[in-house]
């Protein structure tokens, strides 16, 4: 999201990415208790364009794993919003499109992220709004996205109302990185994410309860050429883990 001239500086509000995770300094020290690895990987067959488009076609009935935890705490008002989730095509396989949030920002400094935002009263719906965002944020152009499915929406903690919007992003295409709020993208196969022994489960206590959080570790390649972990976790592993319950189903 564009930083709002009024207030130089300072990034208008935007989607907060996390459950009560968030309140979590560092969650890469939360101890990982295991994973799912019991689960099957959704098949290679079931992840080319043509399989999701027919997915969304004719969705079989699921229910997803994680709607989120908005429910914590009372008394706020509900805020729509909606993320992008790019799906690029690179030979034969998918990657998904992800962001590495800015390290100076107040909020979820340094985290992965979707695109994504707040609905504006001008927007058509939540497709509309995954797409304005995903450009103001990395640029994404319009003409190269093909919109093929809305995923169940995903309530923060902090009551916004996060609809995944999952489209396919064509190649070629450029990104602009808005460079106050987005520090990289960067791509991770699909059938990476929609393999649940790539699933871990963290544990720790909130408000006298034991809670969990998954996360999606990615090694892959920063921005100058080295090697590096790109730490998957929170909202946007949920809604990760949501889209394979929605695949698998």
């Known amino acids: 999201m564009r930083r709002d001239?009024?207030?130089?500086?300072?990034?208008?509000?935007?989607?907060?990415?996390?459950?009560?995770?968030?309140?979590?300094?560092?969650?890469?020290?939360?101890?990982?208790?295991?994973?799912?690895g019991d689960l099957p990987a959704v098949?290679?067959?079931?992840?080319?364009?043509?399989?999701l488009r027919e997915r969304f076609r004719r969705?079989?009935?699921?229910?997803?794993?994680?709607?989120?935890?908005?429910?914590?705490?009372?008394?706020?008002?509900?805020?729509h919003a909606a993320v992008l989730v790019p799906l690029v095509p690179r030979g034969d396989t998918l990657n998904v499109l992800l962001t590495r949030r800015t390290d100076h920002l107040r909020?979820?400094?340094?985290?992965?992220?979707?695109?994504?935002?707040?609905?504006?009263?001008?927007d058509a719906g939540p497709a509309a709004t995954a797409?304005?965002?995903?450009?103001?944020?990395?640029?994404?152009?319009?003409?190269r996205v093909e919109v093929i499915g809305l995923m169940p929406a995903y309530t923060t903690v902090t009551h916004f109302v996060v609809t995944p919007v999952v489209a396919l992003l064509r190649p070629p295409f450029?990104?602009?990185?808005?460079?106050?709020?987005?520090?990289?993208?960067?791509?991770?196969?699909?059938?990476?994410?929609?393999?649940?022994?790539?699933h871990r489960r963290h544990a720790f206590d909130f408000e006298g309860r034991q809670r969990q959080?998954?996360?999606?570790?990615?090694?892959?390649?920063?921005?100058?050429?080295?090697?590096?972990?790109?730490?998957?976790?929170g909202a946007t592993a949920a809604m990760l883990r949501n889209l394979y319950r929605f695949l698998a189903g």
């Open 43 to 51: 098949p290679d067959s079931m992840l080319t364009a043509d399989a």
């Open 174 to 198: 450029d990104l602009a990185l808005d460079r106050f709020e987005v520090a990289e993208a960067f791509e991770v196969p699909l059938p990476f994410l929609m393999n649940p022994a790539h």
């Open 131 to 143: 797409l304005r965002e995903a450009e103001e944020e990395i640029g994404v152009p319009h003409e």
């Open 59 to 79: 969705p079989a009935p699921w229910l997803p794993e994680f709607p989120g935890d908005g429910g914590l705490f009372a008394g706020r008002e509900p805020a």
């Open 5 to 36: 001239p009024a207030t130089p500086g300072r990034a208008k509000s935007r989607i907060a990415t996390l459950t009560p995770v968030s309140r979590i300094l560092n969650p890469l020290a939360v101890p990982v208790i295991g994973t799912d």
């Open 213 to 233: 959080f998954l996360s999606m570790p990615w090694h892959g390649t920063g921005p100058d050429g080295t090697p590096r972990v790109y730490f998957i976790w």
């Open 107 to 122: 909020d979820h400094a340094g985290q992965v992220s979707f695109p994504g935002g707040r609905r504006e009263d001008h």
